[in-house]
Each structure stands twice: as structure tokens, then as C-alpha cells.
């Protein structure tokens, strides 16, 4: 039996033991917190500004910041192979890294690049222990030469696409009898020169290859440029020239292109804009994409042991339209699926929307234009209609206001026809007396044509009141035309047995319009007040006018002591049909309402805090001389 303190020693190994345990199995499988940024490692194979890379790196970045969880922290480190390398580099920048993410370890590693890749596997062990690794345009051959990988090794395999490539520029260019390959003199241009020369006896008789690889790039410039249409040229890759140089494959192809005699194919897209006609290539940044989706699966979802297996990167075909138009390509003869850049659109592709836009608003306004030409036939018909009735309207309202004035237009004419018969029956009693009084007889006569011209003057005042005429839009003296009316308004006035009182102007109230229908407001103003006080006693009946001005305006007032007007129907008040009277039709103040704006002036209506109701118009002053041409007939 063991004892107790022995017991708990054992009990204490033990649990040591399940620590350790515990604990290295949590080491190698433990997944990174999910409420926490995690790390994301990415090693390229080449250096920071290859395009490859900077595609890469830019399709990566925006894949992670799609994540369900929080936005992961991405390092980026750079192997720049081939300028570097060897067992010695390797110990190197493994002892950097160790240091450098002592305390920042990645959750997951994504390896750009066949040497990248080669290199985590390496080193991961004394590195980052556990993390997975995610790889990416890695070739198949390249995957098949370091042999089986780890559960937790997964990525998106590449292929690069040489015999379709070809064909396709074969097919541009039927007249090609001649196939010239360039490559460089790296590790991976050998590679690429390798795995052609396995390939493009496929083609045989129906191209002859050339290979110029190893060449200074002068030479190789002074040989592109010997090329004529009978031949087209791949460019594989090109990092290193004969003489030691290195390059990004990019800019290698940019000179090359600049000087070749015949068009240029390539498996990469960066070789886009570059003088490159096209070929059949890898999408870098779709291929960054891919691989943050599996980066993102492995921290928020399925890990990579557990994920399927990931197939090749399919490559497609991409066509730069300015070179397709500088070889005459047919362009009949591009696939529909390709991928074309900088092609310059026609005029319904660039302004599509536009041109759809101007149609449509083209047939718009031509249905406009033919709906406006009816409309305004009909109206042109409808305003004359409108104008003729409005005439014959004023027209009667003249005449029913001469109706009313009836009385006082027979006292005006009966007072100078009954004065002319006195004077003329005096006259021929002093002539029957044969008394011969000269200056008497002078003086009869005279008042006889004084009486006619007054009784004259009030038939031709009735005659432009009912005429018919023509409106004359004119300059005139406000006050002078309500001197105009004022013997008759005041003879109306007496005939009522009501006091009309009149306030006149010294100066010139000048306005534009027409004499006559100003005369028609103010009668029907007048006529509308002594009505209003028609029931008060006789010595009430008042009603006054005046005329006033002010810088902008001039104007006419007329007032009585009646009533008032109810302030329910103020607003209403110049309505047509509405009226306060017992008998009254509603028109009178609607035409004055009417004559007043058509002149461009307002009319107004109060009850003043002494009692009865105050009408004032207002029309804009006008400058003596001012006239416009006739309007209308009325």
C-alpha cells in the first residue's frame, strides 16, 4: 500500500505527465482566438516590386479583409531568389525570422512562389512548429519534385499554359512558319526552357522552334529585331540575361517587345501593356484571392488538413487590343471569353447609356414638339375664343353700367338741351321785338354753343364708354381720365341723393394701359359704393375717391360709410359669382379684378376702422411717352 505523501507524488507525476501532453498537443493543433487579429505571414519567393507579387499581395489583402472574423495582421518578408540562396542564406534568414516573430507567431504561413514554399518547408519545424501553410502559384512538376506534403500543407497549384498559347498565335498569324522561344539563364528560366522543349515537338510541321536563351540582351535585341511576319516569339520568363543581369520578367519583355520584328506572346499578366500581344495567363491577383479564402476557411472555419484538395489555377486568355491593332489581328477571330484590355470602345460601347439617353430623349421631345404644336394651336384657338368672350363680357358690363348711369347721363344732357332752348326762345323774342341789343344777342349765342359743346361732351364720353374699340395700350394722366368721368359719377350721385366727394392731384399720375377700362374700374367702384350706402339715411350717403402715387405706383381709391364688407367674404370678395347683394350677378368686382391685373396693377379690399369699406387699386407708374402696340378689341 502506498502512503499518502507517496500517493500524491504519484498523483502530481501524473498530472505533470497529462500537462505536457496536453500541452504539445494544443502547441501543434490549437486555433487561433477568433475574437483576436490573427497573424498572417506571407514569404515570397521573389523580390518586393515583381509584379507577380505586388498582384498577389494585392488579391491576398483584399480576400482577408473579406473575413467573418477580425481583419488579420499581414507580415510580408522576401526571399529575392535567385539573387540569393544556398544553405548559408537559408540558416540566415531563419535566424532573422526566429527573432523577429519571437513574439508575433504566425497562425498561418502563405508561401508565394516554388521557393518560398521549399524554404517553410525546410526551416518550419525549428520555426513556426504546427503553423499551416498555405501555398500559391507553385507548378504542378514543381509540387511533384518535393514530394508528398504535409496534412496541413494545402494551396492552389498553377500551370503554365505553352502549347494552347502558341496555337492561338499560330492561328493570328497563319503566315508563321517560325517559332522563336527567349529565356534567361536563372534556375527558373531553365525550368521554362525545359519543359518547352518537352513540349513544342507537339507542334512539329506545323512551326519551326528557335531557342535563344543564354543571350546577352543586346544580342538577343539585335536578333528580335531581325524578325519579320513570318514569325512570332515567346516569351517564357526572362529574370537573368547572359551577362549576369537580373530582371523582373516585366521589364525584360517591355525592351524586348520595344525592338521584336514579330508579335510577342507570354504566359504571365503582368507581360500585359508591355508590348505583349497575349497569351494564355495566370491571374495573379485572382490567384491572391484564392488563397486568403483558404487563409480565412483554416482561422474561421474548416481546417486545411481537413480541406479538399485544390485543384489547378485555370489560365485565361488575355489580349492587349492596341497590339491586336498594331499585327492587324482579325478581331473577328478573339474568342468571346478572352479577356481583352485597353480596347478602345466605339461609340455605342463607351456611350452606350448616353446614346440610349439622347434617343429617348430625342423621341421625347419630338412627341413634345408635336403635342406642344397642337397644344398650342388649341390654345392660340382658345385664347382667341377666351378674348373674343372677354371682349363681349366688358363690352356689356359697359353697357349695364351705362344702365345704371341712365338717369344721370339724361340729367347731363337735358340741364346745356333745356339751357340752349331757353337762350334761343329769348333770342327770337328780342328779334320778334325788332329791339336791336347786339352784345345781348352775343352773349345768347354764345351760351348756346357753350351748352352744346357740354352736352356734345357728354355724348361722346357715353359713345367711348359703350364702343366698341380697339385696347390701346398708352401713357396717360390718371387723373385726368377720372376728371374724364367725374360729371357723370357726380350727377349719379345727386340722382341717389348721396355726396360724392373727389380728391385730385396736382401733379401727373402717369400710367400705360387703356383710358377707357381704368374709367370702367372706377365707374363700377363708384357705382359698387353708392349702392353700399343706398338704405342709410340722406345725410350719410357718402362715398369719396382720391388718387394718389408713390415711387413705384400709382393709383385710385374709392370709399364709403356703409356697411362694411362681412370678413367671411373678403376672401372671396372679387370672385366671379359671388356677390353681397340681394340682386347682384357677382360681376361687377370680378371685371374690376380682371381690368386691373391686366394692367398689371392689384386691387385690394379692407373695412377701415371708421366704418364702410375701402377699395384701392394700384398700377405700376409709367414714364410719359410710353406705349405699346393695341391689343385686343372690347
Known sequence: MVGQPGLIACVGRFAGLLLVIFGVHFTAWSAPDRHQPANVLVIYSNGRLLPANVEADRGLREGLAAAVGPAANVFDEFLDVPRFGGAEFVETMSAFLRGKYATRAPDVIVAAGPDALAFCLQTRSRLFPGVPIVYLYVAEDKLAALGPLPADVSGIPIIYDFVRTIEQALAWHPKARHLVVVTGTSPQDHEWETQLRREVPRLKGRVQPEFLSGLPTAALKRRLAQLGDDSVVLAAGYFRDGDGRDFAPREAVL??????????????????????????????????????????????????????????????????????????????????????????????????????????????????????????????????????????????????????????????????????????????????????????????????????????????????????????????????????????????????????????????????????????????????????????????????????????HVGLAVQDRGHGIPPEALPVLFDSFFSTKATGMGLGLSIVRTLVEAHGGRVTASNPIDGGALFRVEFPRAEPGAQTAPTVDA
Open 255 to 552: 525592351g524586348l517587345a520595344a525592338v521584336s520584328g514579330a508579335p510577342i506572346y507570354g504566359m504571365l499578366n503582368p507581360f500585359i501593356g508591355t508590348g505583349v500581344v497575349g497569351g494564355y495567363m495566370l491571374d495573379f491577383r485572382a490567384l491572391g484571392r484564392l488563397a486568403a479564402q483558404m487563409v480565412n476557411d483554416h482561422l474561421y472555419g474548416t481546417r486545411l488538413a481537413q480541406a479538399p484538395a485544390a485543384r489547378p489555377m485555370p489560365n485565361a486568355l488575355n489580349v492587349d487590343w492596341r497590339q491586336v491593332r498594331r499585327w492587324a489581328i482579325d478581331e473577328r477571330a478573339i474568342p468571346d471569353n478572352a479577356v481583352v484590355h485597353y480596347r478602345e470602345p466605339s461609340l455605342w460601347d463607351a456611350h452606350r447609356s448616353e446614346v440610349m439617353l439622347a434617343l429617348a430623349v430625342v423621341l421625347v421631345q419630338a412627341g413634345l414638339i408635336a403635342g406642344l404644336v397642337v397644344e398650342r394651336r388649341r390654345r392660340k384657338l382658345a385664347v382667341h375664343a377666351e378674348q373674343k368672350q372677354r371682349a363681349e363680357l366688358l363690352h356689356a358690363s359697359r353697357v349695364a353700367m351705362v344702365g345704371e348711369l341712365t338717369g344721370a347721363i339724361a340729367h347731363e344732357i337735358n340741364q346745356p338741351l333745356g339751357a340752349i332752348l331757353s337762350n334761343a326762345e329769348a333770342a327770337d323774342m328780342m328779334l320778334a321785338s325788332g329791339t336791336q341789343r347786339p352784345d345781348e344777342l352775343r352773349q345768347i349765342l354764345a351760351d348756346i354753343r357753350r351748352d352744346d359743346l357740354r352736352a356734345g361732351e357728354v355724348i361722346r364720353r357715353l359713345r367711348g364708354l359703350l364702343a366698341r374699340h380697339q385696347v390701346e395700350h398708352q401713357c396717360f394722366n390718371l387723373d385726368e381720365a377720372v376728371a374724364d368721368v367725374e360729371p357723370i359719377l357726380r350727377a349719379e350721385a345727386r340722382r341717389r341723393a348721396a355726396t360724392l366727394e373727389f380728391q385730385r392731384s396736382p401733379a401727373a399720375l402717369m400710367m400705360q394701359g387703356d383710358r377707357v377700362q381704368i374709367q370702367q374700374v372706377l365707374i363700377n367702384l363708384v357705382l359698387n359704393a353708392l349702392d353700399a350706402v343706398a338704405d342709410l339715411p340722406e345725410g350719410r350717403r357718402w362715398v369719396g375717391v382720391s388718387v394718389f402715387q408713390d415711387p413705384a
